[in-house]
C-alpha cells in the first residue's frame, strides 16, 4: 500500500510557475506508475501527466510544453512542474499510484491561477 502526499499548491498570476510535490511512503516511486491528475470545480477528474518506473513521462496535451514531471528517488517524491500557467489550470492536483490493481491517492493541492 501507500500513502501519498502533495504540497506546493497556492495561488498564483497567469504566466506565472508552481511546482507541486508529492511525497509517497510505504511504497517506491521508482517501481510503480505514479501520475498527476486534476479536478476543477464541476468537471471530471482529468489526467496531467505520468512518469513510470523505468522514468518515462508523459503530459497531457493541454498542458504540453509548459509541464514536465520528475522524479527524486532518495526522496520518494514526484514532482509537477507547471510554467505559463493559465487560470484553465485552476483545480485540486492529486498525485495517484497504481500498484497492480489499486489505485491510491493523495489528499489533493489546490492549484488556483488568477488573471
Known amino acids: 500500500q501507500a500513502q501519498l502526499v502533495e504540497s506546493g499548491g497556492g495561488l498564483v498570476q497567469a504566466g506565472g510557475s508552481l511546482r507541486l510535490s508529492c511525497v509517497a511512503s510505504?511504497?517506491?516511486?521508482?517501481?510503480?506508475?505514479v501520475g498527476w491528475y486534476r479536478q476543477a470545480p464541476g468537471k471530471q477528474r482529468e489526467l496531467v501527466g505520468t512518469?513510470?518506473?523505468?522514468?518515462?513521462?508523459e503530459v497531457a496535451d493541454s498542458v504540453k510544453g509548459r509541464t514536465t514531471i520528475s522524479r527524486d528517488n532518495a526522496k520518494n517524491t514526484v514532482y509537477l512542474q507547471m510554467n505559463s500557467l493559465r487560470t484553465e489550470d485552476t483545480a485540486v492536483y492529486y498525485c495517484?499510484?497504481?500498484?497492480?490493481?489499486?489505485?491510491?491517492w493523495g489528499q489533493g493541492t489546490q492549484v488556483t491561477v488568477s488573471a
Open positions: 512518469i513510470t518506473a523505468g522514468g518515462r513521462t
Open positions: 510505504g511504497s517506491s516511486v521508482s517501481i510503480f506508475l
Open positions: 495517484n499510484m497504481k500498484i497492480f490493481t489499486r489505485d491510491y
